[in-house]
């Protein structure tokens, strides 16, 4: 990224298409120096990025250069590089780095994201990133990964500021003015304040701390809005309820309700904006692969939902073959066939993609679903009543066959609204039976409207125009 991005902040006036994108001269330098193995110009180039921005830059490199640019950075690796990168290489990237080097990085980094770093790695690599730890942590760490996967205990850090009730704003900037440097958290933006039982009862705000007198009593400046979260509940619970409820950082409890931790929102909207692509890429059938994965890795994810997908091609094709006489006498038939199902996809893509997102935000409940059916359904009509005079005319028009410009009429009106249908009621189902409707419902609503939509076509066709 260049310097006049890094410095304010703001891309170039002109430059909007790459704001924020690294920069491809500083790029070409970068791997440059690399190649001359030049550490002290590598140093000057990587000082000026953000953590986020050399993880993207390790992201997009082969592995060949990544290896030489990790070796050659060596002692300058920042342990927040490792936070943002892809999981999909992180293991690579610690298996190069020196276990000085590797000792330093971690030792910088809150025990959340140490946590989000050594959970997926196997057990040497994890060991060594334990022993790299001071006794404090390395227990704190251990003791976070005792809880589930994808759970509030695994996603809180351990390093809290906490004040009791009976304080006031005075106290609690002399405790924090005197606390070592390491024993608070790098970003904090509350202070939790706790019973005597360290049961929390509140949060103050840093800003609410600042502008108060001294003597002010922390129980006065309380926020409204205060949410305490189990630390079983599980990590996609915990965003929905920091984006419902605009939280900025939020207590975790034990099963007795004590306060063990706390999750901010920095964490919180990573695991919303996990959840949001882990629903694209599911729809797609694509797994939860990365753009760094390798060709096997990438081939294993995909060839499951393809040979679910063939099977549903099978289905249909069946489904074509029971009207095999239609078509031999009518040829028009398989010109326009593509055309309903194809129409009836579309629609049903648009009716799931719809449903998934409301079900992942909650949006989607029971109150409320036959009111979602009953409305897509009846966009399905009125779209497919359009679409069927534009088709009745081409069939009109293109064949000479009024028959025929009804019955494709007809077929597409069928199709649409069952594709509205099976495009909500198909996920719902899912989810009310335990299955994750963003990875299995794309397979089912192009088989129902390809079905639907050749049996309706194929069948009018048979029975009008024979």
Not at 37 to 48: A, F, T, W
Not at 273 to 299: P, W, Y
Request: charged share 25%; glycine share 6%; with cysteine.
């Amino acid at each position: 990224m260049s310097d006049q991005v890094l410095e304010t902040g703001q891309p170039p006036e002109g430059d909007a298409p790459e704001a924020y994108l690294l920069n491809k001269r500083d790029v070409a330098a970068i791997l440059y120096a690399v190649d001359i193995d030049d550490r002290e110009k590598l140093i000057e180039l990587m000082e000026p990025l953000h953590a986020a921005d050399i993880a993207d830059l390790l992201e997009q490199i082969n592995a060949f250069d990544r290896s030489r640019l990790v070796r050659l950075f060596d002692r300058e690796f920042d342990g927040e590089i490792l936070s943002e990168l892809d999981d999909s290489i992180r293991d690579e990237v610690i298996s190069i780095l020196t276990p000085q080097v590797l000792h330093e990085a971690v030792r910088e980094l809150d025990s959340d994201d140490v946590v989000d770093i050594i959970e997926d790695l196997e057990g040497p690599q994890q060991e060594t990133i334990l022993d790299a730890l001071e006794d404090s942590d390395r227990a704190a760490v251990e003791q976070a990964l005792t809880y589930p996967e994808y759970s509030a205990g695994r996603l809180m850090q351990r390093e809290v500021v906490m004040a009791p009730e009976h304080w006031t704003v005075g106290a609690a900037i002399d405790h924090l003015r005197a606390t070592p440097e390491d024993e608070l958290p790098d970003q904090f933006y509350h202070i939790i304040i706790v019973d005597p039982r360290l049961h929390p009862v509140g949060n103050v705000t840093l800003g609410k701390l600042m502008r108060s007198r001294r003597e002010t009593m922390l129980s006065d400046l309380l926020e409204e809005t205060f949410q305490v979260i189990p630390a079983m509940r599980d990590e996609g619970d915990v965003a929905y309820a920091f984006n419902q409820y605009h939280l900025i950082s939020a207590p975790v409890v034990d099963e007795d309700g004590r306060l063990i931790g706390v999750i901010t929102i920095d964490d919180a909207m990573a695991v919303l904006d996990d959840e949001h692509e882990e629903d694209i890429l599911r729809l797609a059938g694509v797994g939860e692969g990365s753009l760094s994965d390798r060709v096997r890795e990438t081939t294993k994810q995909r060839l499951p939902w393809l040979a679910v997908n063939l099977v549903t091609a099978i289905a249909a094709s069946l489904v074509i073959a029971q009207f095999e006489v239609a078509l031999a006498q009518i040829v028009a038939l398989a010109v326009l066939m593509p055309i309903v199902a194809s129409m009836g996809g579309n629609a049903g893509t648009q009716s799931l993609t719809v449903a998934v997102r409301a079900l992942a935000t909650k949006d989607l409940t029971g109150s409320n679903v036959w009111r979602v059916i009953r409305r897509e359904c009846l966009v399905g009509l009125i779209n497919g009543a359009i679409f069927a005079v534009v088709m009745g005319i081409v069939g009109v028009i293109w064949f000479g066959s009024p028959a025929l410009g009804g019955v494709i009429a007809v077929a597409m009106v069928v199709n649409m609204v069952v594709a509205g249908l099976a495009g909500t009621g198909i996920p719902i189902l899912l989810e009310r039976i335990g299955v994750d409707p963003a990875l299995a419902s794309g397979a089912f609503v192009t088989t129902v409207t390809d079905v639907v939509g050749f049996f309706a076509f194929l069948g009018l066709a048979a029975a009008v125009l024979l």
